[in-house]
């Protein structure tokens, strides 16, 4: 895929897709990681002289003008991690848009009002896309985090002009290739998580792909419970029983080790400082609920990550909002962010809970690459095609 390197941008009007979708709370940005991410494509296009157009979606207000969906309350944050003024235009398309860009120097950042504010967005109307890129000369796209949306600005435009991938994606897609694209083996995959009925197709595609494969948070009840074991009272899909089967099977067939916990921290509720004991996972009693995984575990799951080369992770290991059952979390995070270190381990994250998980663990800066994706980065470690991102290949 083109990159930065490879178009002219002195002059340009460049339409930047990136994900302004960030947590806020009474009109100030909560968590400016996203924001700190796209920084580097953003002022390189200005430093160079093209004018940064940014396109971008907040929320989901399904082809409404919703006023609490407003990108314009996302500026001030983008002006401060930038260190320079940014405009915004009160609509993405037409003459509000047109006289807003008319106006720029080159260099200037001008943010356009939510995409999804119209229904061709989602729908990847190439009428949409037509009025969207009739303000652009190029599109980047920099939005790894929505490249599971065919959307318009994620991939319809990218038919409409010619589109190159900005720093983050180019970044992300890199880590991403070096987790399970041509990984240095062995590779591990730890997942973690209430849910299997989320993560079947991710299970799935990882027994085919990775070396060994730790199954740990509420998920790893639901195995336990194929294999015969009592669970008590802890969070478990009992009506997924075969397919956890099937995915054990299918591991075992692929030469992939899966990891299951030997002992828990098992409590009678479902809260801080619960009293609690380790227990082994034969006898877990039948008011007991496992929180986290127990310290044999971690330690059989802290030797797999030190045999190996490559991790990739996805959600915690035990109940990590709640103290201690954080404990398994922190602890293998901190080996993987160790052996990273150390020049050992290329560690990946990303998806939902994980980044909170790993900041919880104090090892944010420290593993290879952490992924601000949600469910892109799930549908990647599905092995699905991801439509942002393959319109740039092509
Ligand atoms: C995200 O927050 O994960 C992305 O911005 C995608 O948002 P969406 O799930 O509303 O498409």
Same mark, same amino acid.
């Given at each position: 895929?083109?990159?930065?390197?490879d178009?002219?941008l002195?002059?340009?009007?460049?339409?930047?897709?990136?994900?302004?979708?960030?947590?806020?709370?009474?009109?100030?940005?909560? @968590?400016?990681?996203?924001?700190?991410?796209?920084?580097?494509?953003?002022?390189?296009?200005?430093?160079?002289?093209?004018?940064?157009?940014? #396109?971008?979606?907040?929320?989901?207000?399904?082809g409404?003008?919703?006023?609490?969906?407003?990108?314009?309350?996302?500026?001030?944050?983008?002006?401060?991690?930038?260190?320079?003024?940014?405009?915004f235009?009160?609509?993405?398309? *037409?003459?509000v848009?047109?006289?807003?860009i008319?106006?720029?120097?080159?260099?200037?950042?001008?943010?356009?009002?939510?995409?999804?504010?119209?229904?061709?967005?989602?729908?990847?109307?190439?009428?949409?896309?037509?009025?969207?890129?009739?303000?652009?000369?190029? #599109?980047?796209?920099d939005?790894?985090?929505?490249?599971h949306?065919?959307?318009?600005s994620?991939?319809?435009?990218?038919?409409?002009?010619?589109?190159?991938?900005?720093?983050?994606m180019?970044?992300? #897609?890199?880590a991403?290739?070096?987790?399970?694209?041509t990984?240095?083996?062995?590779?591990?995959?730890?997942?973690?998580g209430?849910?299997?009925?989320?993560?079947i197709?991710?299970?799935?595609?990882?027994?085919?792909?990775?070396?060994?494969?730790?199954?740990g948070?509420?998920?790893?009840?639901?195995?336990?419970?194929?294999? *015969?074991?009592?669970?008590g009272?802890s #969070?478990?899909?009992? @009506?997924?029983?075969?397919t956890?089967?099937?995915?054990?099977?299918?591991?075992?067939?692929?030469?992939?080790?899966?990891?299951?916990?030997?002992?828990a921290?098992?409590?009678?509720?479902?809260a801080?400082?619960?009293?609690?004991?380790?227990?082994?996972?034969?006898?877990?009693?039948?008011?007991?609920?496992?929180?986290?995984?127990?310290?044999?575990?971690?330690?059989a799951?802290?030797? %797999?990550?030190?045999?190996?080369?490559t991790?990739? %992770?996805?959600?915690?290991?035990g109940?990590?909002?709640?103290?201690p059952?954080?404990?398994?979390?922190?602890?293998?995070?901190?080996?993987?962010?160790?052996?990273?270190?150390?020049?050992?381990?290329?560690?990946?994250? *990303?998806? *939902?809970?994980?980044?909170?998980a790993?900041?919880?663990?104090?090892?944010?800066?420290?593993?290879?690459?952490?992924?601000?994706?949600?469910?892109?980065f799930?549908? %990647?470690?599905?092995g699905?095609?991801?439509?942002?991102?393959?319109?740039?290949?092509?």
């Amino acid at each position: 895929f083109k990159t930065l390197d490879d178009v002219e941008l002195s002059g340009k009007r460049v339409l930047v897709r990136v994900d302004l979708n960030v947590p806020m709370k009474d009109g100030e940005v909560t @968590d400016t990681t996203r924001i700190d991410r796209i920084v580097p494509t953003l002022s390189e296009i200005s430093e160079k002289g093209g004018k940064v157009i940014i #396109l971008a979606h907040f929320g989901r207000p399904k082809g409404e003008k919703v006023p609490e969906m407003s990108l314009k309350q996302v500026v001030p944050a983008l002006s401060k991690a930038l260190k320079m003024p940014v405009g915004f235009a009160e609509d993405c398309i *037409g003459d509000v848009a047109k006289a807003a860009i008319d106006n720029m120097a080159n260099g200037d950042v001008l943010v356009l009002e939510n995409t999804r504010y119209y229904k061709g967005e989602e729908k990847n109307d190439p009428e949409f896309a037509a009025q969207l890129g009739a303000n652009g000369d190029l #599109l980047v796209a920099d939005a790894f985090s929505v490249s599971h949306r065919a959307h318009v600005s994620t991939e319809g435009l990218c038919h409409h002009m010619p589109a190159v991938a900005g720093r983050t994606m180019q970044q992300e #897609l890199e880590a991403l290739d070096a987790a399970l694209g041509t990984p240095n083996r062995p590779v591990l995959a730890v997942v973690g998580g209430a849910k299997v009925s989320t993560k079947i197709d991710l299970l799935e595609n990882l027994v085919s792909k990775v070396d060994g494969l730790v199954i740990g948070g509420g998920m790893a009840n639901t195995f336990l419970a194929a294999q *015969g074991k009592d669970v008590g009272k802890s #969070l478990c899909e009992h @009506d997924l029983a075969e397919t956890a089967k099937r995915i054990l099977v299918a591991a075992e067939k692929a030469g992939c080790e899966i990891v299951l916990p030997t002992d828990a921290l098992v409590a009678k509720e479902f809260a801080a400082n619960a009293p609690h004991e380790v227990l082994d996972v034969d006898s877990i009693p039948a008011d007991g609920m496992m929180l986290d995984v127990g310290p044999k575990s971690v330690e059989a799951v802290v030797a %797999w990550i030190k045999k190996a080369n490559t991790v990739v %992770w996805n959600g915690p290991l035990g109940a990590f909002e709640i103290e201690p059952f954080d404990t398994a979390t922190v602890a293998a995070a901190q080996a993987a962010a160790e052996e990273t270190k150390a020049g050992k381990l290329t560690s990946v994250a *990303g998806g *939902g809970d994980t980044v909170s998980a790993l900041n919880h663990a104090g090892v944010y800066d420290d593993f290879s690459y952490i992924s601000t994706a949600g469910g892109a980065f799930l549908e %990647w470690m599905e092995g699905k095609a991801l439509p942002g991102v393959e319109v740039l290949k092509a």
